[in-house]
């Protein structure tokens, strides 16, 4: 701004509304100091964002003081938006191009998910279509699980365009679309099976550590009645795990110890070594059939629900999440009118920001790739500005898959970008955010200790982390883990669901925490620094974080609450904060 860059020409993309908001805060906030202070002081603030000295010109002063008019009254606002803000605009200003609605809404999760359900509903009741639902019905764990899939494959329906039918999935598995489940048992099945086993589990002592499952499995295998879920159980018999250095191989005479093998008798071993290799070479069979039946009922469904979900927003002048970055992706790639479209929104950017960018997704890359194009090659609607872009990510803090983030992404795309302004002869800055400022230096070191070299953070190396109050003391207390209680008995309809016993895990967990903390608020009071020098721990100098809002969270509320101990609740708001309270 202070080169005079028209505010209109610059793009910001961040995460969220709410950090929308806060930058646009801040820059508004700066400036309208600047408008206000006293010569001296505008000169000491510019210097602050830089500015050297031979530039703190009386005609830079003026300008200075300016801008924060300049950027109140930018046609159409600050570009400081989320990548979906954004390309809702694009959209909004190339409907026909993009093929949408001129007058589209775009649509929250909350509303997105009535709309899903409402057309799950119309699915189920639907002679001729609720097969879609039940091919995928045993595939899901629980009452949720259908709107979760629902919304994941509305989330990517490009993977399924166009949908795959049996022959084609069987292919992808390597499998032939003729096998069925006697196919797969016939290639283990000999008929000798019963005999071979009996002569093996007698002598595997049932309540040994290493032998007690093998004697189990092999003991109650129903070998008349042999399904694929009893061959899964076989493998674990006579196969090796997954994690040794060779997996699922057989296992051949490797049962039991030696005295267990010479009780077994060597042709009986022999005769037992060939079952494990024909059970090694029939669970590529079995695990390509299982793997094809879910993979085919997923494309059902995907091919019932997904025009139908597409018909339902169309007929709303709905978009999604999804549909924006989708929809902008693939107006900034046609080949026909992208590069007219380009051109007009290349005439009003010259610098892009993106911000959280580790947790940018490869498709929404795509697009910032695309704004970009011309960036370092010098070229597009304007050459005689130096055109920039700004990307913040820290891949420690990604959330990975959540709105498809890819982490690596962020590496990609440095990669891509050096490359291309190598080209162009235009330097690459890089900075590394090694400091952390919310952590002590124990607590980094662990972390660093835990996720070592062999566990590289970014490419081309293992990241550290410094702390950047060096000083400050930090300790990591690791608890025994708490072993998950036995279930109990179904309970009956009337009996309450949400109370858990007093052996339940959460509640062990809970009244742990509540009694170590009773003991250091009363009995301990160990001393913490503050500006005012060294006081006895209290209540509030203590926060308890939880992944979610579980029941161990209400659990950890009753607890503390048992023990007497002064708790802020469960949140703590400022009633007078709110807009509509002012």
């Given at each position: 701004?202070?080169?005079?860059?028209?505010?209109?020409?610059?793009?910001?993309?961040?995460?969220?509304?709410?950090?929308?908001?806060?930058?646009?805060?801040?820059?508004?906030?700066?400036?309208?100091?600047?408008?206000?202070?006293?010569?001296?002081?505008?000169?000491?603030?510019?210097?602050?964002?830089?500015?050297?000295?031979?530039?703190?010109?009386?005609?830079?002063?003026?300008r200075a003081r300016t801008l924060f008019a300049r950027a109140i009254e930018t046609p159409g606002g600050l570009k400081i938006q989320t990548i979906h803000s954004f390309c809702a605009s694009v959209l909004r200003r190339f409907p026909l191009e993009?093929?949408?609605?001129?007058?589209?809404?775009?649509?929250?999760?909350?509303?997105?998910?009535?709309l899903i359900a409402d057309l799950l509903d119309d699915l189920a009741e639907d002679p001729a279509r609720s097969g879609a639902i039940d091919a995928v019905v045993p595939y899901l764990g629980d009452e949720d699980g259908i709107m979760k899939l629902?919304?994941?494959?509305?989330?990517?329906?490009?993977?399924?365009?166009?949908?795959?039918?049996?022959?084609?999935?069987?292919?992808?598995?390597?499998?032939?679309?003729?096998?069925?489940?006697?196919?797969?048992?016939?290639?283990?099945?000999?008929?000798?099976?019963?005999?071979?086993?009996?002569?093996?589990?007698?002598?595997?002592?049932?309540?040994?550590?290493?032998?007690?499952?093998?004697?189990?499995?092999?003991?109650?295998?129903?070998?008349?009645?042999?399904?694929?879920?009893?061959?899964?159980?076989?493998?674990?018999?006579?196969?090796?795990?997954?994690?040794?250095?060779?997996?699922?191989?057989?296992?051949?005479?490797?049962?039991?110890?030696?005295?267990?093998?010479?009780?077994?008798?060597?042709?009986?071993?022999?005769?037992?070594?060939?079952?494990?290799?024909?059970?090694?070479?029939?669970?590529?069979?079995?695990?390509?059939?299982?793997?094809?039946?879910?993979?085919?009922?997923?494309?059902?469904?995907?091919?019932?629900?997904?025009?139908?979900?597409?018909?339902?927003?169309?007929?709303?002048?709905?978009?999604?999440?999804?549909d924006l970055i989708g929809r902008t992706r693939q107006l900034l790639r046609a080949p026909d009118i992208a590069q007219w479209v380009l051109f007009r929104l290349d005439g009003g950017i010259d610098h892009i920001l993106v911000d959280e960018a580790?947790?940018?997704?490869?498709?929404?890359?795509?697009?910032?790739?695309?704004?970009?194009?011309?960036?370092?090659?010098?070229?597009?609607?304007?050459?005689?500005?130096?055109?920039?872009?700004?990307?913040?990510?820290?891949?420690?803090?990604?959330?990975?898959?959540?709105?498809?983030?890819?982490?690596?992404?962020?590496?990609?795309?440095?990669?891509?970008?050096?490359?291309?302004?190598?080209?162009?002869?235009?330097?690459?800055?890089?900075?590394?955010?090694?400091?952390?400022?919310?952590?002590?230096?124990?607590?980094?070191?662990?972390?660093?200790?835990?996720?070592?070299?062999?566990?590289?953070?970014?490419?081309?190396?293992?990241?550290?982390?410094?702390?950047?109050?060096?000083?400050?003391?930090?300790?990591?207390?690791?608890?025994?883990?708490?072993?998950?209680?036995?279930?109990?008995?179904?309970?009956?309809?009337?009996?309450?669901?949400?109370?858990?016993?007093?052996?339940?895990?959460?509640?062990?967990?809970?009244?742990?925490?509540?009694?170590?903390?009773?003991?250091?608020?009363?009995?301990?009071?160990?001393?913490?620094?503050?500006?005012?020098?060294?006081?006895?721990?209290?209540?509030?100098?203590?926060?308890?974080?939880?992944?979610?809002?579980?029941?161990?969270?209400?659990?950890?509320?009753?607890?503390?609450?048992?023990?007497?101990?002064?708790?802020?609740?469960?949140?703590?708001?400022?009633?007078?904060?709110?807009?509509?309270?002012?």
């Open positions: 701004l202070l080169d005079e860059v028209p505010p209109e020409r610059i793009l910001c993309l961040t995460y969220t509304k709410a950090a929308a908001m806060e930058m646009q805060n801040r820059l508004f906030g700066r400036l309208g100091k600047w408008a206000m202070r006293p010569e001296d002081d505008l000169r000491s603030a510019l210097a602050d964002v830089g500015v050297p000295p031979e530039r703190l010109t009386p005609e830079l002063l003026s993009a093929g949408v609605s001129p007058g589209f809404t775009e649509i929250d999760e909350r509303v997105q998910g009535r629902a919304r994941d494959v509305a989330g990517k329906a490009e993977a399924f365009d166009p949908p795959l039918g049996w022959d084609s999935v069987c292919a992808a598995m390597g499998i032939d679309p003729g096998l069925d489940e006697a196919g797969v048992l016939s290639a283990v099945l000999t008929g000798e099976e019963r005999a071979i086993c009996d002569a093996v589990w007698p002598h595997l002592d049932p309540e040994g550590k290493q032998q007690a499952k093998p004697h189990r499995i092999l003991r109650d295998m129903p070998w008349e009645a042999m399904t694929l879920d009893a061959l899964a159980e076989l493998e674990e018999v006579c196969l090796t795990g997954d994690k040794t250095k060779t997996p699922f191989a057989a296992k051949g005479q490797s049962i039991g110890n030696k005295s267990v093998r010479d009780a077994i008798g060597p042709d009986a071993m022999e005769a037992f070594a060939a079952l494990t290799e024909r059970v090694e070479a029939a669970r590529p069979l079995r695990t390509g059939l299982l793997n094809a039946r879910k993979t085919h009922a997923l494309h059902v469904f995907a091919t019932a629900f997904l025009p139908a979900y597409a018909a339902a927003k169309t007929e709303r002048g709905w978009l999604d999440f999804d580790q947790d940018t997704s490869p498709a929404q890359w795509d697009i910032v790739k695309r704004l970009a194009e011309d960036f370092a090659a010098g070229e597009g609607a304007r050459t005689d500005v130096n055109r920039t872009i700004f990307v913040v990510g820290d891949k420690k803090q990604s959330i990975y898959s959540f709105q498809g983030a890819d982490p690596e992404g962020f590496d990609r795309m440095r990669d891509h970008f050096d490359d291309r302004l190598k080209g162009a002869g235009l330097p690459l800055q890089e900075a590394d955010l090694l400091y952390s400022f919310r952590s002590a230096r124990p607590i980094l070191d662990l972390v660093d200790t835990v996720c070592g070299p062999e566990r590289p953070t970014q490419v081309g190396g293992h990241l550290e982390h410094k702390a950047f109050f060096a000083e400050r003391p930090g300790r990591v207390d690791l608890w025994p883990v708490v072993p998950p209680a036995p279930s109990g008995e179904d309970l009956a309809w009337c009996d309450p669901q949400d109370l858990l016993g007093a052996e339940h895990h959460f509640a062990v967990l809970a009244q742990t925490l509540a009694d170590r903390l009773h003991a250091m608020l009363h009995d301990e009071r160990p001393e913490i620094e503050t500006e005012d020098g060294p006081r006895p721990v209290e209540a509030g100098d203590i926060l308890i974080l939880v992944r979610r809002r579980s029941p161990l969270f209400r659990q950890i509320i009753a607890a503390l609450k048992g023990k007497d101990l002064p708790i802020a609740g469960v949140d703590r708001s400022a009633l007078t904060a709110p807009l509509a309270v002012q």
